[in-house]
């Protein structure tokens, strides 16, 4: 027994949207890998992996690709000042925002999932930034796990991104 695509009327329809449960053929499916929305925490439930129809993917999937896609332009505009810098950093106000991850494959990976997290709760810095990584045998070879936390800020364009060179004393 075989289906026809709720899309194209083809005879070949072998997989169902994640959604409504409408038979496709492979050619008029849409297939969202887990990678693309790495940087999100989702729940089991909200999980946005699978494969769609046009129908559902336009209505509904496509708005969250492009809210992705939007907080992860913000992350990477994100200004970040390490722990060790404590001079440029005095005067920051920070807010409550505290962003920590954890088993992260390499630095830069952590800097930017907590670019992210900064991003999605509307900070433009990040500050207090402390990366710690521990080496863990897997079978006969090392990796590394790194974890990080931050505290999220909000500044203004002049003092995001100035050498420390040019800024001013705050008692001139």
């Not at 559902?56 to 907080?71: G, H, L, P, R, V």
């Not at 990584?133 to 931050?150: L, N």
Request: charged content about 25%; overall charge positive; glycine content about 4%.
């Amino acid at each position: 027994m075989t289906q026809t695509c709720s899309s194209c009327t083809g005879p070949k329809a072998t997989i169902r949207c994640r959604r409504c449960e409408c038979a496709l053929c492979k050619g008029c499916s849409q297939r969202v890998t887990p990678d693309r929305f790495a940087f999100l925490n989702l729940s089991e439930e909200n999980d946005l992996a699978g494969t769609y129809c046009n129908t559902c993917f336009d209505t509904s999937i496509a708005a969250e690709m492009e809210k992705y896609d939007q907080t992860m332009e913000l992350a990477k505009e994100v200004s970040v000042y390490f722990v060790d810098q404590g001079k440029e950093t005095r005067l920051f106000k920070r807010s409550d925002n505290k962003f920590s991850v954890k088993d992260c494959a390499d630095r830069d990976e952590t800097i930017m999932r907590l670019a992210f997290l900064a991003a999605q709760a509307g900070c433009n810095t990040l500050v207090d930034v402390d990366l710690v990584y521990a080496k863990v045998r897997d079978g006969s070879f090392k990796i590394s796990h790194w974890t990080g936390s931050a505290t999220g800020a909000n500044l203004d364009s002049k003092h995001r991104n100035v050498p420390t060179s040019t800024r001013r004393s705050p008692s001139r």
